[in-house]
């Protein structure tokens, strides 16, 4: 093992001992000042002791560390870790369930692979790298993948193009091995079509599973609205579990079309179904107040922290609305997946947003993300997914 060094300043070693797994510019004493983005390094505290190996990038975030033994980074090393994240899995009870064949494999810093995700899709693997670093690795990734699943793999997808700096490269998704034998999954008995080389993240927001079907205990008989509905997930789950009425709108007729399609999928399904293409802040304003449950599952309002105050204010305004129109007796489910708001400000958010509606709102469920998509003790920045489920009187 020869990795160049990077020597932190004293006392900035404490939370990579702690197991934390970024290195701040800020922290750093000395490098070599010929690092290429991406390359193996070693990170040692100014005693020179050993703290970790990671993948070097300029930026706020230097080092992202992979292993805080010191060993080679090898086709063993990722053998073993692919292992470690699919025995999880396995304790869980994903791998060859036919009720639910699709499941996070590797949630980055949760399975200590910081910048990697792995999502199985009943038989094929889709791989985003978040920087260069790890991409460099996919191809060790991908044979590590086929160790561990053997016949359950068909094909390993990098999709990562979308996910890497354009100024590194030009990136390409293509498949690294393989190639897929279906494009349907099962989640809960039910039946979605995946696109993971156009859909968004890597084809399906598996990190709901959970609060769909727990949604679908909520919903039948019951008036349902599924705004940004993205592929109709929700749409699917609560018409599944004998909804009576679901409305799906999305500001994306592409995601109108998805709904649409995985809804045929379910030829079971037998409560009535529109869907409508439309802004769902203002489509939200002009809704009636005949639904029983209302879902508000947006994208991120915001992607950094100078962008929280006008998520905050985004996720109130919304919220609010959906209070007011709600039907007497219904249940909002609301989400916020933006990292940088989290769940005690989220919280905050809603209570602002219950004062001004003037309702009388329980609080009957806090939600997160599910097991397959880990949070590390050691590494806090890994929950980012949070939802309350609330009784409105």
């Not at 199985?120 to 460099?136: D, E």
């Not at 203002?282 to 009636?288: A, D, F, L, P």
Request: hydrophobic content about 40%.
């Amino acid at each position: 093992m020869n990795y160049p060094k990077v020597i932190l300043k004293r006392g900035k070693e404490i939370s990579l001992i702690r197991r934390h797994h970024w290195v701040f510019s800020g922290a750093i004493q000395d490098m070599p000042k010929d690092l290429a983005n991406g390359q193996l390094v070693e990170v040692r505290a100014a005693s020179d002791r050993f703290l970790g190996i990671g993948h070097f990038s300029q930026g706020s975030i230097m080092v992202r560390i992979i292993s805080f033994e010191e060993r080679e980074i090898d086709q063993e090393f990722w053998n073993e870790k692919i292992q470690d994240a699919y025995h999880l899995r396995d304790t869980l009870g994903f791998i060859s369930n036919p009720k639910t064949n699709v499941f996070r494999l590797v949630h980055g810093e949760g399975d200590l692979l910081p910048g990697l995700i792995i999502d199985y899709y009943n038989g094929t693997a889709v791989i985003q790298a978040h920087h260069i670093g790890m991409h460099q690795h996919v191809q060790e990734i991908a044979l590590a993948i086929k160790n561990s699943f053997g016949a359950l793999l068909s094909g390993v997808y990098d999709k990562s193009s979308e996910t890497l700096p354009r100024n590194l490269g030009n990136f390409q998704n293509e498949w690294v091995l393989g190639s897929p034998k279906t494009d349907l999954v099962q989640e809960h008995g039910a039946t979605y079509k995946i696109d993971w080389e156009k859909g968004q993240k890597t084809g399906f927001f598996i990190d709901q599973r959970e609060n769909r079907k727990l949604l679908g205990d909520y919903s039948k008989g019951k008036k349902v609205l599924n705004t940004f509905c993205y592929s109709g997930g929700f749409s699917v789950q609560a018409l599944l579990d004998g909804a009576r009425e679901v409305h799906s709108v999305d500001i994306s007729s592409k995601a109108i079309e998805l709904t649409e399609e995985n809804i045929s999928l379910n030829p079971s399904l037998n409560g009535v179904h529109e869907s409508k293409v439309a802004d769902v802040v203002k489509y939200i304003r002009e809704i009636g107040d005949d639904y029983d449950v209302i879902v508000l599952d947006p994208p991120a309002f915001a992607k950094n922290q100078k962008a929280r105050h006008n998520a905050v204010q985004a996720y109130k305004r919304l919220n609010a609305e959906a209070l007011k129109k709600i039907k007497s007796g219904g249940i909002l489910f609301t989400f916020s997946c933006s990292q940088v708001v989290d769940k005690s400000l989220f919280a905050h958010t809603l209570t602002a947003a219950g004062l001004e509606s003037g309702r009388k709102i329980k609080v009957l469920h806090y939600l997160s993300q599910p097991a397959d998509h880990p949070i590390n003790l050691f590494h806090p920045e890994t929950e980012y997914l949070k939802g309350l489920v609330l009784y409105v009187e």
